[in-house]
């Protein structure tokens, strides 16, 4: 079966892996991506998305730029953990492309009602674009087949803070809303990532034996986080929460355990971003979200292999 996904990204390393990922699958045509501050500021977000389709020659996608701060409160970048430039400070060469002139908002309103019902959202940063756009129109995720959002940290673990996730953290009022309103969410928390999608060594030496453009561009863009994670979390390697998020997006089989479950976010500043999934049976809210608690990393792992070896680049 043919997937048709929009991608929602504040493009950074883990996010680049992401959308190689997207373009490198046979299956699946991206309609668009669109852009949000977070991991760096919206320029930066843009350009580090243009030159990540470029580089898979799919520099016909259409990129959108979207919400440049978050809904109510200053950006607070993650340039300490993927670099100034979100790229391990490469300083690559400026893209080619330029983004549409039409802004990620009124994008993704307008796609979701062109093909509604048929097209699958995969968020990878913090949740602005998508929650100004439900405040314009309350129905929008319920236009999405499935919205896959890689935010939170369910087990109460986080990488923010002590309990925040950053994509939440970042935007927790843009989380609440886009997690409250009606549509078929599927949550993929931190808690995946620093379990199932950490390259250690012997990930990283099979990276390096596969040796090509894509393969070099994956280990360079991550120097940065790959030292920031031992300090600050002590995995050895660097983890890849928007890639394990793609890659259940675009299979969904890999999920080895997940519950629908009511997930609140909180907003004030004490325990900004916690994600808290609610097991209550009787007095609990209705599901809102199903929350992925494992997945088949391995299965995970192949498919970035196959994505640096440049099996099916150009063919999404």
Sequence with gaps: MSLRVVIDTDT???????????????????????????????????????????LMGADDIAVY???????????ETAQWVHGLDGMGDLNLTPPRGTPKSEHAVDALLRLSKEHEGALTLVTLGPLTNVAAAIIRDR????????????????DGVGNVSAVGEYNVWADPEAAAITLGAAGRKVMVGWNISRTRA???????????EIDTPYSRFALDINTVVERVVAEEFGL?????????????????????????????????????????????????????????????????????????????????
């Excluded at 730029?65 to 200053?74: M, S």
């Excluded at 129905?139 to 369910?154: C, D, K, V």
């Design 236 to 316: 050895e390697g660097f983890d890849l929460p928007d890639p394990i998020t793609m890659a259940v997006a675009l299979d969904p089989s890999i999920i080895t355990r997940a519950e629908d479950l009511h997930v609140g976010v909180v907003t004030g500043d004490d325990a900004r971003g916690l994600t808290y999934p609610d097991h209550r049976r009787s007095v609990s809210p209705p599901p809102n979200t199903t929350v992925v608690w494992d997945v088949d990393g391995a299965a995970f792992r192949t498919r970035l292999y196959e994505t640096c070896r440049g099996t099916h680049v150009g063919s999404g």
């Design 65 to 75: 730029e979207g919400c440049d701060r978050p809904l109510l409160r200053q950006l």
């Design 12 to 54: 950074a390393s883990d996010d680049a892996i992401a959308l190689m990922m997207a373009v490198a699958e046979p299956r699946a045509t991206i309609e668009a991506v669109t852009t949000v501050a977070g991991n760096v500021p919206i320029e930066l977000s843009t350009c580090n998305a243009l030159y990540t389709l470029e």
């Design 198 to 208: 950490v390259i250690g060594p012997a990930e990283r030496r099979i990276l390096e």
């Design 139 to 154: 129905n929008l995720l319920t236009r999405f087949e499935s919205t896959y959002i890689m935010g939170g940290a369910p």
